[in-house]
């Protein structure tokens, strides 16, 4: 099998027969609905809140509950949170999944943790967007595309692959490409990014900043140099469009030299065992089991981090330096 896949190798045709079952309508909900429905395949939206219901129906969908979309629809997009999609696949998708019909992830989570097992018979896919769900919207009316991971866990019918080329291409994502892995290494990506390169990041910026704060700058200072005034989310863009390397030739030769010259300092190889630590209590499904157990008690550790982080004077440096600089 390819690794990659385009337009041209995707045929969304290939369900117009079909009709989409898009459960949830949240985030990623509404924005492949919208995307498949304007691709011009049939799509219909389970949901189970009121106030969604007459979102979807406004937005011209025909809207069931989720255990009705699920009976009637053919290939069943489930897009409700990753940490309620167990009890929901079960109570309500599972009764409706018959022999040959397509259910279809967007995040490999529950499957490659084995939190949800499906049934034998029916084809298992991924169609998982490296977008948010907005951005999902916007690059699809754009005529851009966005990377995407997808993956056929179980090929009941033999029509896995064209199934989910199909939502791939439906949804706007073939455009730029749509990368084949297994579920497990599109969730382990997926917490490991979580896990170790965002909060390590953010543990860098949270030093820097209280750095400067304790050498007596003024924090508007700092934030504003830092973070806020865009600058430094502004190289992030230009990493992406340029390259990590050519982006610096824009920076100063006083900034290059200096960053060059410095970066040994940091290169602490506790930072890379720290990683490969995480990594490792990903892939043994350690953090899937603490994660469900953690919410099995009704999310203590959960709320104790979040009391935690509501008590960190950043949010009022923010607000000052929003204030100071007028940066809303
Ligand atoms: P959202 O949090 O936006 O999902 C909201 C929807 O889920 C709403 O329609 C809500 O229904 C429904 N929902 C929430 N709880 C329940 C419940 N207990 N029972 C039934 N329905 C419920 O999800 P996302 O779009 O963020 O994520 C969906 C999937 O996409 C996940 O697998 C995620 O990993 C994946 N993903 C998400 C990305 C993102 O950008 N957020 C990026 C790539 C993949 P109601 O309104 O009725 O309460």
């Not at 397509?102 to 989570?109: D, E, I, L, N, P």
């Not at 990014?193 to 860098?204: I, K, L, N, S």
Request: include cysteine.
């Amino acid at each position: 099998m390819k690794r990659f896949y385009y337009d041209k190798d995707a045929q969304v045709g290939f369900l117009k027969r079909k009709t989409v079952g898009v459960i949830g309508y949240g985030n990623q909900g509404r924005a492949q609905a919208l995307n498949l429905r304007d691709s011009g395949l049939e799509v219909i939206i389970g949901v189970r809140a009121d106030d969604t219901k007459r979102q979807a129906k406004s937005d011209g969908f025909d809207v069931f509950s989720i255990r009705e979309a699920a009976e009637k629809a053919q290939v069943v997009l489930l897009l409700i949170p990753d940490e309620v999609m167990p009890e929901v696949f079960q109570k309500q998708v599972l009764p409706g999944l018959s022999k040959g019909k397509a259910v279809c992830f967007a995040s490999g989570y529950n499957v490659a943790f084995k939190l949800i097992k499906p049934p034998k018979g029916v084809d298992v896919v991924m169609a998982a967007p490296r977008m948010i769900g907005a951005g999902v919207r916007q690059r699809y009316m754009e005529k851009k595309g966005f990377p995407s991971f997808i993956g056929v866990h179980q090929d009941a019918t033999g029509n896995a692959l064209k199934t989910v080329l199909a939502i791939a291409k439906g949804i706007g994502s073939t455009k730029s490409g749509a990368m084949l892995l297994s579920f497990e290494q599109e969730a382990e990506l997926d917490l490991f990014t979580e896990q170790a390169f965002g909060p390590a990041f953010g543990q860098v910026l949270l030093s820097a900043i209280q750095t400067l704060i304790d050498a007596g700058y003024p924090v508007e200072a700092v934030m504003v140099e830092l973070i806020l005034s865009g600058e430094f989310a502004y190289s992030m863009q230009k990493i992406v469009e340029m390259g990590f390397f050519p982006q610096m030739e824009l920076h100063s030769h006083t900034s290059q030299y200096g960053s060059m010259t410095r970066s040994v300092r940091y290169m602490n190889p506790q930072i890379a065992q720290g990683m490969r630590d995480v990594l490792e209590e990903i892939r043994s499904g350690a953090f899937a089991r603490e994660w469900e157990a953690e919410q099995e008690a009704g999310l203590p550790v959960f709320q104790q981090i979040k009391e935690m982080r509501n008590q960190h004077p950043i949010a009022e440096w923010e607000r000052k330096t929003r204030r100071a600089f007028r940066i809303y």
